[in-house]
């Protein structure tokens, strides 16, 4: 079972930028492909990006792409999502996991908190 520790959340303004963090524990990181969800009060948990084991692919969901880029370190097993122009709608919980297409597998990390203020 993979372990996730998600960092880098925080309080911003309205078309700032945040760079959130993600390490596994698993030595086999570099296998996987790795995902970022997140889940707003009151709503489900969302996709937001994913990107493949090589970091040759990546993918986006709709509301996000053109302001988030989603890439990783193999070396340090870790994945980012950095997150430019944010809303207050990206407000929410932010969570990587190990995907599979785009659903994830496996546990959930403790996520961390991105608070867009307007």
């Known amino acids: 079972q993979v372990q996730l520790v998600e960092s880098g959340g925080g309080l911003v303004q309205a078309g700032g930028s945040l760079r959130l963090s993600c390490v596994a524990s698993d030595r086999s990181f570099s296998s996987y492909n790795m995902g970022w969800f997140r889940q707003a009060p009151g709503k489900e948990r969302e996709f937001v990006a994913r990107i493949s084991a090589s970091a040759f692919t990546t993918y986006y969901a709709d509301s996000v792409k053109g302001r988030f880029t989603i890439f990783r370190d193999n070396a340090k097993n870790t ?3 950095q997150m430019n122009s944010l809303k207050p709608d990206d407000s ?11 659903s994830p597998k496996g546990s959930w990390g403790q996520g961390t908190q991105v608070t867009v203020s307007s």
Do not use: D, N, R, W
């Open 79 to 81: 994945v980012y999502l």
């Open 92 to 102: 929410a919980v932010y969570y990587c996991a190990v995907v599979v297409g785009s």
